[in-house]
């Protein structure tokens, strides 16, 4: 029996509905989650410009798609840098163990090459990061991840934390709407006030913000007790295992003052219904976040025009930046 080839083209908008058809069939998606909104928010809406999506077709049906999200990153020198996330990727249970999903990649990395792009990136898990790393991925190192305990009776909880987050989040009452928030006038003035990054980050600006935490399914909330000029961090509230965690994406204090940005984040901790805190970055004895040894996602990048950085000390992300759904 001779096998069918694999034509690879690129998605249009039309194939949109097959494309979360394949999503759901390959990744087990329930029929009563909002994974068609959840798709289209981050690769239509995305302030950075529409995905990329690749198509491998088996006799005219979609046997796997490719999407690489689009990101601006800049460096410390202030350098732009167009890049690319390779976040979303399914292959149909009916088409598996074709080399579909290599080929898919590579096509798409050969096409981002010929577009000028600078790198690509992803923090994939253990089980797709070896054929990254097989296909020219680097593993750059893992992004440290540090916890606050927000009570005593809280902690013992975090011994049944060491599982995976749930993607969708839980309900809280802490705060106010991360949109209620985010369409406050003084958010223009916060933003520009920000410090750049260290090294390789997010290119922040308010539509960036406003698109990142606005999506209702997610119950994004927004830490503001003095209102958004003089601070706020952006956070949501999602299980993981026993606990509750509150995982913080943001933290925007007034010209990056740390001294700010502690006190905000004293202040989440205190009201916050949830077991602890969990944000990006190194302990702080000052605000109570200790370290979570070899729990922060590894960062893996590849080149396509340009050589990315190769040390973790030279990228700079907010757990905001790099949260995958």
């Not at 949109?16 to 029929?31: H, N, Q, R, S, T």
Request: aromatic share 8%; with cysteine; net charge neutral.
């Amino acid at each position: 029996m001779v096998e069918s080839s694999i034509t690879i083209r690129r998605a249009s908008d039309a194939d949109l509905d097959e494309i979360i058809a394949v999503g759901a069939a390959a990744l087990g998606w329930k029929p009563n989650e909002p994974n068609s909104e959840l798709f289209r928010w981050k690769h239509v809406d995305n302030p950075f410009g529409v995905s990329p999506i690749w198509l491998a077709e088996i006799d005219g049906q979609i046997a796997g798609y490719r999407a690489f999200m689009r990101w601006e990153i800049v460096d410390a020198s202030g350098r732009l840098w167009r890049a690319v996330r390779a976040v979303d990727t399914a292959t149909h249970p009916d088409f598996q163990r074709r080399g579909i999903f290599s080929r898919l990649t590579m096509h798409a990395v050969d096409e981002m090459r010929d577009e000028g792009g600078d790198i690509v990136f992803n923090t994939p898990n253990t089980q797709s990061r070896p054929g990254y790393l097989k296909m020219g991925w680097i593993d750059v190192g893992r992004l440290p991840v540090a916890i606050h305990p927000t009570s005593v009776s809280s902690t013992l909880r975090l011994v049944g934390a060491r599982t995976p987050a749930e993607k969708w989040s839980e309900v809280s009452t802490t705060g106010v709407d991360a949109h209620e928030a985010l369409v406050d006038p003084a958010l223009t003035a916060l933003v520009a006030s920000q410090p750049g990054p260290s090294g390789l980050g997010t290119v922040l600006s308010p539509e960036f913000l406003r698109w990142r935490y606005r999506l209702e399914p997610l119950r994004y909330r927004a830490w503001a007790p003095d209102g958004v000029a003089d601070g706020v961090v952006l956070f949501r509230v999602r299980r993981r295992g026993a606990a509750r965690e509150c995982a913080v994406g943001h933290v925007l204090a007034p010209g990056g003052d740390a001294s700010r940005a502690r006190s905000l984040l004293r202040g989440l901790s205190k009201a916050v219904d949830a077991d602890y805190l969990l944000r990006l970055g190194p302990p702080d004895v000052r605000t109570g976040f200790v370290a979570l040894m070899g729990q922060g996602p590894r960062l893996t990048a590849r080149t396509v025009t340009t050589d990315p950085p190769t040390e973790i000390a030279d990228w700079h992300f907010e757990l905001g930046d790099i949260e995958l759904f």
